[in-house]
Every structure is written in structure tokens, then in C-alpha cells.
């Protein structure tokens, strides 16, 4: 464990799920042909004039709301001067001094310990185009520039890998769940750089920052902050100094590597963007977005929760948007929900994983979904037996008692004759009986396993563990 006390920040760009792009009327989208999604706007032809995308706008206060800022009510672009060959303009169209959201914070629970993650800010700006370097060459793509972007900024209040794994986490969830954008970080819609300093106590100055870029996925995040720390660890360790750096993780040899020295502070002569009028941020802007805030993950798991799903089935549903949803559907239902969530997770995402299907592209509606978990609950089915329908199930519009008695499935539901087939084989089994009451689990598992051999599979296995325990312990 190292002597130090890490102090990590993360900056994340994330683009926004519009139709457009920011300033011009170019479509929004990713796998084109190289610069097919482009206009004169985008290409920064001289004389060209922004116009800025009202869902932008939406969408960058729906991002700040569920993010806790506070919302700044008037606020103006800025231009970033720099130049690069990505940067045609020579100046990013962005938001320096008036960011939209500031103040803001997302909970992690860290070891069971929650944690809030400060936002420092989270500001609205435009894309560059993409560089592709080959040999000697380097190949621009501008289907990329003028892409709506929103660049969230933590404060320096996280100590560890683990710490910024789980607020990336939280915060792609967050952002993907109010369909703000897809957060696909293989894409690069979703990309993060992270800030790693070192001290020895808390009430020292910060140390010396070195910025991690080019980080391809959430875990590689974690890895490459804690690699840094051991790297500077290692410097302090020895007595050695370093400057401010950039450094990029990569992939192969899963370590970070030097990009350049921060020799001085980029100075991007930031001022006021002419070209855009300030903008007016409204109480009824912020109330009609509120208004489309669906229900976030949080509030998903508590509910889960209470509906006695376990901790594991709750964040698993939460992790696939499109079952998550269609469980919600049931919430308003008298249906046993710990049953619904251990069918979705099993057999059925089992066969939408198989054909590569979401849970809308089948036939399986609200209403056969609900008649398939009361069959399971009174016996009728059991869950080998689904195993041998469940494509018809997901396939076939045909009622699912139909299915049934055409599968020929006739499991025993009457508790008399369960029993009398439990009882004989108590009675044929006396050294099993004697282990259960001595304390020995596993006489009961092979017990429960002779009746469901007896009945073929044809017992409920509820029905039939509760009358073998009844019998057992007479």
C-alpha cells in the first residue's frame, strides 16, 4: 500500500444523442463514410455562421438536472484559440466562463459506504473532427466535427482506481438512462481523462498532476490511475521530482506511457463566441425538462428492492435498459416479482442473447407474461418444463395454456397425491431420514431429488420441498 495520499479528478466528454450537430444542420451520426456527414459549417469555411441546436440545449439541462447541478440562468459561448489540423477554425466554439451546470454531485457507494462525487462543472461545447494517423500520413474525418459534446469536470475528490470506476459507472447509467446519449465508449462517445497527483497528508499542497489520456474503457480507467500511483510513488520514494505531463494508457502493455511535459500552461486566449446572441435559460425550460426525466436507476433499485428482488437481480435488470423496462410495466400488478425477474434473467434473456433479440421483438406481451409466472406459481408449469417451451413462448402468439397442453405437460399440482409419492419415498429411504435429522443438509437435496425423479420433473418444486419438509419433520 502506498505512503501516499492519491487526489484524482476525471474529465468525461460525452455526445449528445441529437439528430444534428451543434451549429449546423449536418445529421448526427457514427460509422458513415469518411466526411459524408458534413456541410460548409462544419468544414469552417470562412464566412460560415454558427446556429445553435435547441435539443442541445435540452439536453445538455436534463444532463445537469440529473446530475445535481445548479443551472446558470444566462450564460454565453466562448471561443478556445488553438490551432491543430482537427481545428480548421483554429477556435473551438465552447463555454469557458458561463458553463451551464455547476455545483453538481453523483452518490457512489464505495464498500458499502456512500460516497458523493463532486462536479466542479459541466459546460457545452463542440467536437473536433478525427485524426486517423497512418505512416507518414494523417487522414481527417470530419463527419466528427461540430458533434455535440458536454465536458463534465469532477473536483479533485477521489482517492483511488475503485472510486473512479464506480462514478463512470454511475455516471454512463445516469446519462443513458435519460437518453441523453448511448455512452458507447468503444465508439468514443463517451471518453474520460483523469487527473492523478500525490501527497503525503492531507493538509499539503496538491502534488504534481500528470493527466492520463486515450483511456479505451471504464476498467483501463482504474488500472491506469492505479499504475500512475505506483509510478509516482515510486519517484517520491526515491526523492525525485517530475513535471506536469500528459500520459496515455496503453492497451498492450496495460501501462501508461509519457505523451509530452507540461512545460508552461496552455493560454487559449478564451473570449466571448460574437457569433452566438447569450442565451436565456427559463423556469419553464427547466420544468418541462424535468418533466422528461424518466425513472433513473436509483429509484429502479429501490423499488426492486422493496418488491423483494434480491441485491444481485436489481442491479442486473438495471444493467439492461430494455428489461428494466418492461419489468416496470408489471410494478402496478399483483404478480410474485421475485419470479418475473428470476424468468427474465434466466430462460428468456438466455433466448434473446441467443437470436440477439430485445424482449420488444418477441411475442411474449405483458398479459402472456403474467399467465406464465400464475402457471409457474400453482404447479401447472415447472421450470424444466419452460426450458421445453420457452422459443414457443417467445415466439408463437398462441395462448400459453394452449402451449402447454399441446407440449403435453402434466405436472402433478394436487397435494394428496404429491404427498402420497413423498411419503413412500420417505419410507423407502430410512438412513437419508435419519442424516436430515441429524443435521446433514445434503439427505434433504437427494431426497428432493428421488421425488423429482419419481414424478419425472412433473412436481412443483416449491410445493413438493414444503410437504417433504412437513413430512420430514413429524
Not at 412443483?460 to 420441498?465: C, G, I, K, L, V
Amino acid at each position: 500500500m502506498s505512503n501516499y495520499l492519491p487526489t484524482i479528478g476525471i474529465e468525461v466528454h460525452v455526445e449528445l444523442k441529437t439528430k444534428t450537430k451543434i451549429f449546423s444542420n449536418s445529421l448526427n451520426g457514427y460509422g458513415e463514410m469518411a466526411n459524408s456527414l458534413t456541410n460548409v459549417v462544419d468544414l469552417g469555411y470562412p464566412g460560415t455562421l454558427p446556429t445553435l441546436n435547441e435539443e442541445v440545449v435540452n439536453l445538455a439541462l436534463k444532463a445537469a438536472t440529473v446530475l445535481n447541478c445548479k443551472i446558470r440562468k444566462q450564460m454565453h459561448f466562448d471561443r478556445k484559440n488553438y490551432f491543430y489540423p482537427d481545428n480548421p477554425k483554429n477556435y473551438q466554439i465552447t463555454q469557458s466562463r458561463t458553463p451551464i451546470g455547476y455545483d453538481g454531485y453523483l452518490e457512489i457507494e464505495v464498500d458499502g459506504t456512500k460516497k458523493k462525487i463532486a462536479i466542479e462543472e459541466m459546460h457545452i461545447e463542440e467536437d473536433t473532427c478525427k485524426s486517423t494517423h497512418r505512416s507518414s500520413k494523417t487522414y481527417l474525418d470530419f463527419n466528427r466535427a461540430g458533434v455535440p459534446l458536454i465536458e463534465i469536470v469532477t473536483k479533485p475528490c477521489m482517492s483511488s482506481g475503485k472510486e473512479a470506476k464506480l462514478y463512470l459507472e454511475k455516471l454512463r447509467e445516469t446519462l443513458f438512462y435519460c437518453d441523453i446519449s448511448d455512452c458507447k465508449i468503444e465508439e468514443g462517445s463517451m471518453r474520460a481523462d483523469a487527473n492523478v497527483s500525490l501527497r503525503s497528508k492531507i493538509t499539503d499542497p496538491y502534488g504534481t498532476k500528470c493527466e492520463i489520456k486515450n483511456i479505451g474503457s471504464i476498467s483501463n480507467v482504474g488500472l491506469s490511475i492505479e499504475k500512475e500511483i505506483a509510478r509516482q510513488a515510486k519517484l517520491l520514494d526515491k526523492g525525485e521530482t517530475f513535471k506536469e505531463q500528459t500520459r496515455r494508457f496503453d492497451d498492450k502493455i496495460q501501462d501508461t506511457v509519457l505523451m509530452r511535459v507540461k512545460e508552461t500552461g496552455n493560454d487559449y486566449r478564451y473570449f466571448p463566441e460574437p457569433d452566438i446572441p447569450y442565451l436565456y435559460i427559463t423556469d419553464e425550460m427547466i420544468a418541462e425538462v424535468r418533466k422528461n426525466i424518466p425513472m433513473l436507476p436509483d429509484e429502479r433499485k429501490k423499488i426492486y428492492l422493496e418488491k423483494g428482488l434480491s441485491e444481485i437481480n436489481a442491479t442486473k435488470l438495471i444493467q439492461n435498459r430494455p428489461l428494466s423496462d418492461y419489468f416496470n410495466a408489471l410494478l402496478t400488478t399483483k404478480t410474485n416479482f421475485k419470479t418475473a425477474s428470476n424468468l427474465l434473467l434466466g430462460d428468456i434473456s438466455a433466448y434473446l442473447n441467443k437470436t440477439e433479440k430485445t424482449i420488444t421483438e418477441t411475442t411474449l406481451t405483458k398479459e402472456r407474461f403474467l399467465d406464465l409466472i400464475s402457471f409457474l406459481e400453482d404447479g401447472t408449469l415447472t421450470s424444466k418444463n419452460l426450458k421445453d417451451i420457452i422459443v414457443k413462448v417467445l415466439e408463437e402468439d398462441t395462448p400459453i395454456k394452449e402451449i402447454i397442453a399441446a407440449s403435453g405437460i402434466e405436472n402433478i399440482t394436487n397435494d394428496s397425491a404429491l404427498r402420497d409419492i413423498i411419503t413412500k419415498i420417505i419410507n423407502t429411504n430410512p438412513e437419508s431420514v435419519t442424516d436430515y435429522k441429524a443435521g446433514h443438509d445434503r439427505a434433504i437435496k437427494y431426497l428432493m431429488g428421488q421425488v423429482m425423479k419419481e414424478t419425472k420433473g412433473g412436481a412443483n418444486p416449491q410445493m413438493a420441498m414444503k410437504i417433504l419438509t412437513e413430512e420430514l419433520n413429524k
